[in-house]
């Protein structure tokens, strides 16, 4: 008798997992509540998917349980996932590291993935919202309960809910006994208190951005700053969001150190700067900055520096000079909290790995329950991470459910 694999969420990690238990025989029925299968996976990498990464930075994954993250990526890693998808006929490109499909289409991954359900005959069933799990691994769904050998809970985190992953996975997991780490949004965007972002709103530079809590530095990211008109964006900010999120849940202060100049030495900006109030002692002070930061942000600095901008470069004072350099190299602001799940693109938190048998994705509480993706408590960096996270985990916990009873 081919074993019997029940898939909640047809998600990058559900879907692997099908194709990886289908593979070894199992016959296999994934259950989607939205209408579309992937909706998540289509809206990756700005719709281009960035599917892994194939720089190995120790720092990448972050959870309460390192070891469990190492041994299944070191269980199915980097290359294998390449092969994976090779062998489902997509061409990759390698960006500096950052694999995409050569056609720059999310698309493309996902209609491969979904030629391949086709080809080995697994059942998507979509529409089929699952509302519980019982410990006999009888599943209660909008379309009627079924029950299998193997249950695969790959319904994602709650993170940009509109793609499908609403939280109620780790409803379903709560539900028979594991423990939820409280989901909370990362890469997103921080909020910051200072009235000034309205002016410099739109602004990108290229920026250090050191992320401090109680004054200790937790975290820092260099990349192309976004200010928007209620704290800051891009890349870096994506980078260190999770650790912010969870101090300010826990009521701890947040402040970001923004480092406008980073490529430059705080003694050498110093030099540069005085040198620049004898060369252009005639420009207007508005204008000091002109070629070296965007102007808006310029006049946010002057502002928080005390120099007049309506005054001569020549008339700032050594004083001033100092205080610039210190703005420059590291302007302080305030973050009062995170953009919304709505925004963010994954969780961090999420059901405790502690619980879950790294060698197999099996739950330690239920015999034949699977657990993969970002429902887990692991969150990535941007650059591929997150998704290599669910296809490895995917393709783990495929591989066990697929092999039937042991
Ligand atoms: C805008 C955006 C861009 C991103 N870009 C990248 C990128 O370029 N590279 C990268 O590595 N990562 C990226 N990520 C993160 C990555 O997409 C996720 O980490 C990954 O998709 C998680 O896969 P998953 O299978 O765990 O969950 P999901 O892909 O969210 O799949 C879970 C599925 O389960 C379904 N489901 C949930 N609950 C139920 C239920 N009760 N019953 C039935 N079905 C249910 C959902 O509808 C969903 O289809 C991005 C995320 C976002 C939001």
């Avoid at 199915?76 to 050569?102: A, C, E, H």
């Avoid at 940009?160 to 594991?178: I, M, N, R």
């Avoid at 050498?268 to 930061?293: H, I, K, M, Q, S």
Wanted: include cysteine; proline fraction near 3%; charge should be neutral.
């Amino acid at each position: 008798m081919r074993p019997k694999v029940i898939i909640v969420g047809a998600g990058a990690s559900g879907l692997v997992a099908g194709i990886q238990a289908a593979r070894l025989g199992a016959s296999v029925t994934i259950l989607e509540h939205t209408a579309t299968p992937g909706k998540k996976l289509l809206s990756t990498g700005n719709g281009k998917c960035n599917l892994t990464n194939l720089t190995y930075l120790p720092g990448a994954y972050r959870g309460e349980n390192p070891d469990f993250i190492k041994n299944v990526l070191e269980q199915v890693s980097v290359l294998q996932t390449l092969d994976f998808f090779k062998g489902l006929g997509v061409v990759l490109t390698d960006r500096n590291g950052y694999v995409y499909p050569n056609t720059g289409q999310a698309s493309s991954i996902a209609d491969a993935l979904m030629f391949e359900l086709d080809h080995l005959g697994i059942t998507l069933i979509c529409d089929c919202r699952v509302r519980a799990i019982r410990k006999d691994l009888t599943l209660t769904t909008s379309k009627g309960s079924m029950k299998g050998d193997s249950v695969i809970l790959a319904a994602g985190s709650m993170a940009a809910p509109k793609t499908g992953s609403d939280g109620s996975g780790y409803e379903l997991a709560a539900a028979l006994g594991h423990t939820i780490i409280k989901p909370l949004p990362a890469l997103v965007q921080l909020r910051c208190r200072e009235k000034w972002y309205k002016q410099v709103a739109g602004v990108r530079t290229e920026a250090l951005v050191t992320l401090k809590i109680n004054g200790q530095t937790a975290a820092e990211d260099r990349g192309e700053l976004q200010f928007t008109d209620y704290g800051i964006s891009g890349i870096p900010v994506f980078q260190v969001s999770r650790f912010a999120s969870r101090a300010l849940d826990q009521g701890q202060n947040v402040t970001a150190e923004l480092d406008l100049l980073p490529s430059m030495e705080e003694h050498a900006t110093e030099e540069f700067l005085t040198d620049r109030v004898t060369r252009f002692a005639y420009r207007p002070a508005d204008e000091f900055l002109n070629g070296v930061l965007n102007q808006k942000l310029t006049r946010v600095l002057l502002n928080e520096t005390g120099i007049i901008k309506t005054a001569k470069t020549g008339e700032i004072k050594p004083a001033q000079i100092k205080k610039l350099t210190a703005a420059i190299k590291g302007l302080e602001t305030a973050v009062i909290s995170t953009n919304s799940f709505d925004q963010a693109q994954i969780c961090s938190g999420g059901v405790d790995t502690r619980e879950v048998d790294p060698c197999t994705m099996e739950s330690k509480l239920i015999k034949r329950l699977y657990l993969a993706g970002e429902i887990l408590d692991v969150d990535g960096i941007c650059g591929g991470y997150n998704l290599q996270w669910a296809w490895s985990g995917g393709i783990l916990s495929g591989t066990y459910a697929g092999r039937g009873k042991i």
